[in-house]
């Protein structure tokens, strides 16, 4: 089995955000990225999944963190899920390998992949315990650093492995932030939906939308600072959708169309490349 493509079609049948940028970086990085970027998907897979009461979501997240704490001998789904036939049929692929994602990323990087996505799943298990209750902006704070501000972190720590490119660290944080917080604001109405609320108590959109603000200056002073070439590319990328969609929410706008997706890919590649 060629695990790197096998990895980038997972990737591909996932996320078309990262796919573009992770297949253009560089040898070694790529794999390194694709590798972080599949770990903590298959974690938030659990996070995320519908059928998954929250006691079960905990307890699994819990358990793929320890799984990752055996680095280097990462194990199979059969350890982590106890063997429970009815939960590896409902659990996704991309979850069911994590073990494999985890083997992907280059050995001087790994133990830092697995160090970050175990912190990631036992914080993701605390908010599955909670209900993502989040009461305050402190609260708010807390919750987007545990799931996308810490992957900025994890994103500088690879930059300097590879070439010794150092980031300003808030500005890191601001740049996972940023991203989350538009996520939110587009996918607000099927969270409450499904029972849950990422809005602090008495928040309005335009209070969402300002925070969001906020951490996209952040991330943007985090992408400028970047040198022209892949890795400023992989980052502006997902920075300039995050930027038109939460343009288009500010409007009405459901989303972002078709077209407008393309020009912005267009617009994100060209700036990179500066």
Not at 109 to 130: F, L, N
Not at 152 to 171: F, I, K, N, P, V
Not at 208 to 235: H, I, W
Not at 261 to 268: E, S, T, Y
Request: proline share 4%.
């Amino acid at each position: 089995m060629d695990l790197r493509k096998d990895a980038l079609a997972t990737l591909e049948a996932t996320s078309r955000t990262f796919f573009i940028p992770i297949s253009r970086l560089p040898q070694g990085l790529q794999e390194a990225v694709a590798s972080g970027y599949l770990c903590m998907r298959a974690i938030d897979e659990v996070e995320d999944h519908p059928e998954l009461d929250n006691v079960t979501k905990a307890r699994v997240l819990r358990r793929m963190s320890l799984a990752l704490q055996g680095f280097p001998a990462t194990t199979g789904p059969e350890d982590w899920t106890g063997g429970d036939a009815e939960l590896i049929k409902l659990l996704p692929e991309v979850s069911l390998r994590l073990h494999d994602w985890a083997a992907l990323a280059p050995s001087p990087i790994a133990g830092r992949i697995c160090d970050a996505t175990a912190a990631m799943g036992d914080r993701m298990a605390h908010w599955a315990e909670v209900n993502w209750a989040i009461q305050s902006e402190a609260d708010l704070d807390r919750y987007t650093f545990s799931v996308a501000g810490a992957v900025g972190l994890l994103l500088s720590d690879l930059w300097a492995w590879y070439d010794g490119t150092q980031t300003d660290r808030t500005e890191a944080v601001g740049f996972g932030r940023g991203l989350q917080v538009v996520n939110i604001l587009r996918n607000h109405q099927e969270d409450l939906a499904r029972g849950a609320d990422f809005y602090p108590s008495g928040w309005s959109d335009r209070q969402m939308y300002d925070y969001a603000q906020r951490n996209l200056l952040l991330a943007e002073a985090y992408t400028s600072a970047l040198k022209p070439g892949p890795v400023k590319e992989f980052c502006q990328l997902p920075l300039v959708l995050a930027q038109g969609t939460l343009d288009a929410l500010m409007t009405g706008k459901e989303k972002l169309s078709r077209v407008q997706v393309m020009l912005l890919v267009q617009k994100a590649l060209q700036q990179a490349a500066v």
